[in-house]
């Protein structure tokens, strides 16, 4: 009872430290940064700046965002002070700019929801928020595109990272609840106090720190078989 309760423990222990964290809508949270935003709207009328319709095939649309790296169809959301605002990327770029630091692309009614600016179907510009073009977002992503791009932090259109495949996607962040949690699971439990599974509190934190040392030495020949498998 002893070598069982504590081996179900120590695996519960371990789900919970390698669980992708989930954000306030159930969604998994793949990966987040920060970086610099401008905005966009090609609607391939040629006016300003506009380089043609998206490379996505899909036409411009709120939350049609561009990147320089991140497979197309990849989904995630940006926060700016506070307001969350949802994407998809449906398109390739920055270009140049993306050398500077300017990792994302949003399109322009996203990018006037953001800041309290009004978006202008005429000049496709954001108005009322003084010329601005760029602002400091925080971004996650809960979804990756399936084709060709890079799944982890943004990096210069230049590179070519966008037309090549990403076997190695990043690894999903640890929420600090997840890791809070499984703390508090091998902590809470008294010294000498028997649960009611049968595993012993000062016992369980014993083995836990045994193998973190390399070696298991509780619960004798029984529980270092079943480690051993």
């Known amino acids: 009872m002893l070598t069982a309760s504590t081996v179900g423990a120590l695996t519960i222990a371990g789900t919970a430290a390698h669980a992708d964290s989930d954000t306030d809508t159930g969604q998994k949270i793949l990966l987040k940064g920060s ?15 506009d380089t043609g319709l998206p490379a996505s095939g899909k ?8 990147s320089p790296s991140w497979p197309l169809l990849t989904e995630g959301y940006v926060v700016y002070k506070g307001k969350k605002m949802p994407f998809f990327v449906g398109d390739r770029g920055p270009g140049a700019p993306s050398n500077r630091g300017i990792m994302l692309d949003l399109d322009a009614k996203t990018f006037a929801e953001l800041t309290g600016g009004e978006f202008n179907p005429s000049t496709l510009g954001v108005d009322g928020v003084g010329g601005q073009g760029h602002i400091e977002v ?3 992503i809960t979804k990756w595109g399936a084709g060709v791009g890079k799944k982890n932090h943004p990096v210069p259109f230049s590179t070519g990272a966008w037309s090549r495949r990403d076997p190695n996607p990043a690894t999903p962040p640890q929420s600090e609840e997840e890791s809070a949690a499984a703390n508090d699971q091998l902590l809470d439990a008294p010294v000498g106090e028997a649960k009611e599974s049968g595993v012993v509190g000062g016992a369980l934190t014993a083995g836990v720190l045994s193998m973190a040392g390399g070696g298991v030495v509780l619960g004798g020949e029984r529980l270092r078989a079943l480690l051993v498998r």
């Open 59 to 66: 036409p411009m649309q709120k939350g049609l965002a561009a």
């Open 35 to 49: 970086t610099t935003a401008s905005y966009f709207w090609d609607d391939a009328s040629g006016r300003a700046g």
């Open 138 to 140: 925080d971004y996650v």
